[in-house]
């Protein structure tokens, strides 16, 4: 029997604003469970989405993960490079009628629950979005935190897009494509990604690529119980800022943050947190409900 290989992990922000306590918890956590097996853990940029990006803010984000010490083992991949690689995706998809055009707007779709079973209005030329076509399977994966989940896309997703009308790429494609590329097998990252999952997992077995293993992570919340926005944070944060960052999003991931000193310097930090790091008190938070908007996250 050949072992295991080492997990290759990664985080994958989007640059749309400054990291926030719930960022660095989702990053620390793939760091730790990627780590604490000797695997390698990769940054990747999803930066596919300029309406919503601010510029610089890629730059800023790799800085604040430096700060912590939270370096990858391989060169940040940025997902604006990737186009190529997404539209040759997307032609085989459509080449093996696995993908179609369709230009339904929201509205349409409206009186089908918003969500895409067939097409109900015309192709237009000029507002054409690409759809991966769905069938009555049950997606069902086991979550290193929230255990087993299963969705039917039928019936929760529908049809969902891979190439917005307005010619973005979606976030589906090209997280999927770029797992895929970067050979990651192990996900973790933040549970307001839980309900897309069994997505991307149809899309692996449509493009005949591996699942990795996932993990979602309970989202940080502020006093309100509303979910951090990536606005909340904006200071830059000095050492003893940063070791107070450090300890709580440590304690968010069920770990003691007592044995973290200050004064120990970055590295020297996140040794011990990884030396202590028990991937078992990962707890299970409250799942954020879908945003509802079936081809959003
Ligand atoms: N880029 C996504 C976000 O910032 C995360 C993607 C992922 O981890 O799969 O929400």
């Given at each position: ?149 299963s969705q039917q896309l039928g019936v929760s997703s529908g049809d969902f897009v891979l190439k917005r009308a307005d010619g973005y790429f979606a976030y589906q494609l090209a997280v999927v494509v770029d ?119």
């Amino acid at each position: 029997m050949t072992p295991t290989p080492p997990p290759r992990g990664r985080f994958a922000p989007s640059p749309t604003g400054p990291l926030h306590l719930g960022s660095l918890t989702a990053a620390l956590a793939s760091y730790l469970m990627a780590k604490s097996q000797h695997g390698q853990w990769l940054i990747r940029i999803e930066d596919i989405d300029p309406p919503r990006e601010i510029a610089g803010m890629a730059e800023r984000q790799l800085k604040t993960l430096a700060d912590f010490g939270l370096l990858a083992d391989e060169p940040v991949l940025y997902q604006s490079e990737r186009a190529a690689v997404y539209e040759a995706t997307l032609e085989k998809l459509l080449r093996e009628d696995k993908a179609f055009f369709c230009s339904c707007s929201r509205t349409q779709l409206a009186a089908q629950g918003g969500i895409h079973r067939r097409c109900v209005a015309a192709i237009d030329p000029e507002r054409t979005a690409i759809r991966l076509r769905v069938d009555d399977r049950t997606i069902a994966f086991a979550d290193g935190v929230y255990g087993r989940q299963s969705q039917q896309l039928g019936v929760s997703s529908g049809d969902f897009v891979l190439k917005r009308a307005d010619g973005y790429f979606a976030y589906q494609l090209a997280v999927v494509v770029d797992d895929a590329a970067q050979g990651i097998s192990q996900v973790v990252r933040g549970a307001d990604l839980l309900a897309s999952t069994p997505r991307q997992i149809f899309l692996q077995q449509q493009l005949g690529v591996p699942t990795p293993a996932y993990s979602h992570i309970g989202l940080v919340r502020d006093l309100n119980g509303q979910k951090l926005s990536k606005s909340q944070w904006a200071a830059d944060l000095d050492a003893e800022d940063r070791f107070i960052a450090f300890c709580m999003a440590y304690r968010h991931l069920g770990q003691d943050a007592a044995v973290l000193q200050r004064g120990l310097g970055t590295q020297a930090i996140l040794v011990r947190a990884l030396q202590h790091f028990d991937a078992r008190l990962l707890p299970a938070l409250t799942v954020p409900e879908p945003d509802g908007t079936p081809d959003g996250h």
